[in-house]
């Protein structure tokens, strides 16, 4: 193997002849990312030896198989660290992997990322993880400012599904959690669900940043997010579960523009790009660019839809009077070849029932355009019989108006869906079925709070 080359970051002073004269050995080894038992690639690796003068410390980075290489060193004790991301968020201060290196041989090492299990009571001493729970971490800062947001609350919900067998219909029992930031602008949540869409929100005095989906990985049972929050951005909540049938909508003076492109770095011309919970939304042009302005500051949500491809969706931070880049590259969806053609309509089930169907209303795509739509919020809005609100704390819901408190079963390609994100842009929808009850409801989702089917277009 080729060697790596290596730095020297801090030289003792000048040595004797007979000690530059000495026989030289190394190090070698491998670094190994236990969560994902894979090699961890362009790691920075450190040697230090304690010197009679200074300690002297070499680094190196790993290469693509997590290898890595020290020549030259004299006999001595070596410590051997590495750097990552992850532990150095969650401050991870575990016993140094100590190397005697004795001339001419090359002493081998290696160095691991601890098991998920470890990072977690690290990052929790002392609690008591049960499966499928983690940890969610990071700093808060005040967008404007820079500085560390003590006091502000950051608030996580999430939902357990379940099957109602009498009513035959997905049921979610709602969670929710919360912590305060501390003077160094830290938060910690312990003990949340992992592998499941997590909804994360900063609130500070009274006023409410943007919603952000995340999802903690079982493999590492923690994730390091840092979140900002602008006073000028958020929107202000009433203390209260009541819902508002108005939204407020952020706004401010950031920007963003970049590129989408697919797995090939093809631009995707027409790509659908917006701020989740924004009115600006806009599309790629050919070249796959996209520019958007007036921009609420702090962390907020993009998204990216373009048909034949996966929704894109990720956190962004944002400041005003600052422009942001942000490049986004989007996976083709698989189709399925080979398939024979036994149906002219592109929604046969939704023709199905329109055509046997009653009490119930059915938009198919030209009825659809007419509306002349821009968000899920609206083409929620314009379903007779439901509305779409927000809660106290950012969630948006959609209610029966017949029933203020029963919320329907929500359905996107006969697919039951949680939350309002989604539901897609109306430009995305070809065909909706509204039931207000249960009467010509699809019998696996019927529900007493009525039903809405969303079929994207093919």
Same mark, same amino acid.
């Given at each position: 193997?080729?060697?790596? /080359?290596?730095?020297?970051?801090?030289?003792?002073?000048?040595?004797?002849? %007979? /000690?530059?004269?000495?026989?030289?050995?190394?190090?070698?080894?491998?670094?190994?990312?236990?969560?994902? $038992?894979?090699?961890?690639?362009?790691?920075?690796? $450190?040697?230090?030896? /304690?010197?009679?003068?200074?300690?002297?410390?070499?680094?190196?980075?790993?290469? %693509?198989?997590?290898?890595?290489?020290f020549d030259s060193l004299r006999a001595g004790r070596y410590a051997m660290s590495f750097a990552s991301a992850l532990l150095d968020s969650i401050q991870y201060g575990g016993p140094s992997t100590q190397v005697t290196v004795v001339p001419p041989a090359t002493a081998r090492v290696r160095l691991a990322i601890p098991s998920g299990a470890t990072l977690r009571t690290t990052a929790c001493p002392g609690v008591t993880f049960a499966p499928g729970s983690g940890v969610l971490l990071g700093l808060v800062l005040d967008a404007e400012t820079e500085r560390p947001l003590a006091g502000a609350q950051v608030a996580v919900a999430w939902s357990d599904l379940g099957v109602d067998t009498t009513k035959r219909t997905v049921v979610s029992d709602e969670r929710a959690a919360h912590v305060t930031v501390d003077a160094s602008g830290q938060y910690r949540l312990c003990g949340l669900p992992t592998d499941d869409p997590l909804l994360v929100q900063v609130q500070h005095h009274g006023r409410a940043g943007a919603v952000l989906s995340m999802k903690i990985p079982d493999g590492a049972g923690v994730l390091v997010r840092d979140l900002s929050?602008?006073?000028?951005? #958020?929107?202000?909540?009433?203390? $209260? #579960?009541?819902?508002? %049938?108005?939204? /407020?909508?952020?706004?401010?003076? %950031?920007?963003?523009?970049?590129?989408?492109?697919d797995a090939s770095a093809r631009p995707v011309a027409g790509a659908q790009v917006r701020i989740l919970g924004v009115d600006a939304v806009t599309r790629t042009d050919e070249h796959g660019v996209y520019d958007l302005a007036a921009l609420p500051a702090g962390s907020q949500q993009i998204e990216v839809r373009q048909l034949g491809y996966g929704i894109a969706r990720g956190a962004v931070e944002l400041r005003d009077d600052r422009r942001t880049r942000l490049d986004v590259q989007l996976e083709t969806v698989a189709v399925l070849e080979g398939l024979n053609v036994v149906a002219s309509s592109r929604y046969p089930e939704f023709e199905a029932r329109r055509k046997d169907g009653f009490g119930a209303r059915y938009l198919d795509e030209e009825e659809i355009r007419k509306l002349n739509l821009h968000t899920s919020w609206e083409i929620v809005n314009a379903l007779p019989g439901f509305r779409a609100v927000q809660l106290h704390w950012g969630d948006i819901r959609i209610y029966s108006m017949r029933d203020p408190g029963c919320q329907p079963v929500v359905l996107v390609d006969d697919l039951p869906i949680t939350r309002m994100e989604d539901i897609p842009l109306p430009g995305m929808v070809g065909a909706i079925e509204v039931y207000q009850g249960t009467a010509g409801a699809p019998p696996s989702h019927r529900s007493p709070c009525g039903t809405i089917v969303f079929w994207t277009k093919q």
């Open positions: 193997m080729r060697p790596l /080359a290596a730095l020297a970051l801090v030289v003792t002073v000048a040595t004797p002849l %007979a /000690a530059q004269r000495a026989p030289l050995g190394g190090i070698e080894g491998e670094v190994t990312d236990s969560v994902h $038992s894979a090699p961890l690639a362009g790691a920075t690796v $450190s040697a230090t030896i /304690a010197g009679p003068l200074r300690d002297t410390t070499f680094v190196t980075t790993t290469d %693509a198989r997590g290898r890595f290489r929050f602008s006073a000028r951005g #958020a929107v202000a909540f009433a203390d $209260s #579960a009541a819902p508002s %049938a108005t939204p /407020a909508v952020a706004t401010g003076s %950031a920007r963003l523009t970049g590129t989408v492109r």
